[in-house]
């Protein structure tokens, strides 16, 4: 995934740009800095700072049943999701205002998730490794009410292995932040970036 993220910066003469990403996104952006692609890093929740392939294995886990979950409800979905308390309690572990969204908004996340080929082959084994000295200015952004990759644990690990990055914990939003508060993620990479509100 990180080389068809650089071969994409090269069809689109990226040399170095300010990368932000949420997750395996976020996780993809810091292997890019690794490799000396990116001029700033915003990594909101970043995927791979599991310690072991159990404790990786928890994260896939949720996942899984989450994909299995929207398998299931797909057929039913564009009734049940009519209703905002349906569409925060299907995004429950991504984020805490699941309502926020639109049905058909929800809808293709569940498309996105059950369709997603890299989920099924992606193997526990793989985990982000130390950087130090950083390669950029890197800012681990992590939510407050995460679920999925909560910040006591992983984030713990992600400052070991980065003990550069900037720190800084999301108030009130979970794993996918721009769900719950949108203005919040602009303004913390507009920050990392250097870019004037």
Known sequence: ?????????????????????????GWVAIELA??????????????GFWWDSHSHEQVLGQIRRIRAQAR?????????LRFAVARRLALRKGACHGDRLTAARVLELMDDSIDCPFM??????????????LPCPVTLAWAQFDRLIPAATYGRTAR?????????ILPGVGHVAA?????????????????AA
């Open 1 to 25: 995934m990180v080389d068809a993220a650089e071969r994409y910066l090269d069809e689109h003469d990226l040399a170095r740009p300010h990368l932000a990403g949420n997750s395996l996104g």
């Open 120 to 133: 099924d082959d992606y193997s526990p084994d793989e985990q982000a490794e130390p950087l130090d000295p």
């Open 160 to 168: 070991e292995r980065l003990p550069g990055a900037t720190w800084t």
């Open 34 to 47: 690794r490799r000396g692609r990116a001029a700033s890093v915003c990594a909101f929740s970043p995927a």
């Open 179 to 195: 769900i719950d508060d949108p203005a919040l993620v602009a303004r913390t990479i507009m920050a990392v970036t250097g870019v």
């Open 72 to 80: 299931v409800a797909r057929p039913i979905a564009p009734l049940t």
